[in-house]
């Protein structure tokens, strides 16, 4: 009796084509599917969905910030580290260094901003030059030659300062390495870009109080 109930129990043995077997019709509605064809969701379920895909929210300048240090460390690292033992002259690594820091800038960091915006400009604010075809990739070469020359005179004034203290001269206590190098980079980078931000609200309350009442 008891062999007969587990029997009765027992389920049915799947055939090896039923577990494979494709779902066409589920396929088919989530190729075809649109906005006409898809059931509504609130936008309060899509913001769940937005939210998990973006991880950390971190404000604008913090990602301006981070990105300008990560690219220029980038470029310090493939140029001066990377080219540095085959170019003899300083004066030329420094050189070749702003050329590719100024590609790199106009190319990646640039379109990087533009494409994590929304809306699309809204990230033009952390850059000196914004892209604009090609007119922008030779300005933003010779911008990075303004920045290297600082750079290269902010490690001079650390280096004097630091030989200074510790009746060392000639030795170079503080070398080159990315990470320092791209906070140098981002650092007058950015003070450029607020200099000019603040020149235009000083040009633009000029405008508004000369216009009259």
């Given at each position: 009796?008891?062999?007969?109930?587990?029997?009765i129990?027992?389920?049915?043995?799947?055939?090896?084509?039923e577990?494979?077997?494709?779902?066409?019709?589920?396929?088919?509605?989530?190729?075809?599917?649109?906005?006409?064809?898809?059931?509504?969701?609130?936008?309060?379920?899509?913001?769940?969905?937005?939210?998990?895909?973006?991880?950390?929210?971190?404000?604008?300048?913090v990602?301006?910030?981070?990105?300008?240090?990560?690219?220029?460390?980038?470029?310090?690292?493939?140029?001066?580290?990377?080219?540095?033992?085959?170019?003899q002259?300083?004066?030329?690594?420094?050189?070749?260094?702003?050329?590719?820091?100024?590609?790199?800038?106009?190319?990646?960091?640039?379109?990087?901003?533009?494409?994590?915006?929304?809306?699309?400009?809204?990230?033009?604010?952390?850059?000196?030059?914004?892209?604009?075809?090609?007119?922008?990739?030779?300005?933003?070469?010779?911008?990075?030659?303004?920045?290297?020359?600082c750079?290269?005179?902010?490690?001079?004034?650390?280096?004097?300062?630091?030989?200074?203290?510790?009746?060392?001269?000639?030795?170079?206590?503080?070398?080159?390495?990315?990470?320092?190098?791209?906070?140098?980079?981002?650092?007058?980078?950015?003070?450029?870009?607020?200099?000019?931000?603040?020149?235009?609200?000083?040009?633009?309350?000029?405008?508004?109080?000369?216009?009259?009442?």
């Open positions: 009796m008891a062999k007969k109930k587990r029997q129990g027992r389920e049915p043995e799947k055939s090896v084509a577990y494979y077997r494709l779902k066409t019709k589920a396929v088919d509605d989530l190729v075809n599917a649109t906005e006409e064809n898809s059931p509504p969701v609130s936008k309060q379920e899509l913001r769940k969905y937005r939210s998990a895909v973006s991880g950390v929210k971190m404000a604008g300048w990602k301006a910030v981070l990105i300008k240090t990560w690219m220029a460390g980038i470029v310090c690292y493939f140029f001066i580290w990377g080219i540095g033992m085959y170019v002259d300083q004066l030329d690594l420094l050189m070749v260094t702003a050329a590719a820091l100024g590609f790199v800038t106009d190319i990646i960091t640039n379109n990087i901003f533009r494409f994590i915006a929304k809306p699309e400009n809204a990230n033009d604010r952390w850059m000196m030059i914004p892209p604009k075809k090609f007119v922008s990739l030779p300005l933003n070469v010779l911008y990075a030659f303004a920045v290297m020359f750079v290269a005179q902010t490690y001079n004034l650390v280096n004097t300062v630091i030989a200074a203290v510790n009746h060392t001269e000639g030795a170079a206590a503080l070398g080159v390495e990315p990470i320092l190098f791209g906070l140098f980079a981002m650092g007058w980078d950015m003070l450029f870009i607020g200099a000019k931000r603040l020149f235009r609200r000083i040009l633009a309350d000029a405008k508004s109080g000369a216009r009259p009442s």
